[in-house]
């Protein structure tokens, strides 16, 4: 039970990682929403993990920015790279 429950976490992940580079490279609107540069003001207090943040921290890329993050996925054999190596980390 505990490795199918991994496949599909696994499975999600990666996923999720393809979606967010599909929204990147597509630079519409949903990439707005993505990268938070909506107008408005920011809540007071810590702020919340963001997809983004989560999936960096996900493929082991700390030591990278958001930006070098998004840089990545708009080059789509790097982002490929990343993703099938981020996935045979945690077991897939």
């Keep these: ?11 999600i992940r ?3 990682m393809k979606f ?9 609107i949903e990439h707005l929403a993505m990268t938070g540069k909506i107008n408005g ?4 207090g810590r702020q919340r993990t963001t997809y983004v943040d989560s999936l960096n921290t996900w493929a082991n890329l700390e030591q ?6 998004m840089r990545f996925s708009c080059e789509r ?6 993703t099938v190596n981020a996935c045979s980390r945690h077991g897939t």
């Design 20 to 28: 967010t580079g599909h929204i990147y490279r597509a630079r519409g």
């Design 77 to 82: 054999q790097i982002w490929k790279t990343l």
């Design 41 to 44: 003001k920011k809540s007071r």
């Design 64 to 69: 990278h920015t958001r930006s070098q993050f």
């Design 14 to 16: 990666r996923r999720q």
């Design 1 to 11: 039970m505990a490795n199918k429950g991994r496949s599909l976490y696994s499975t």
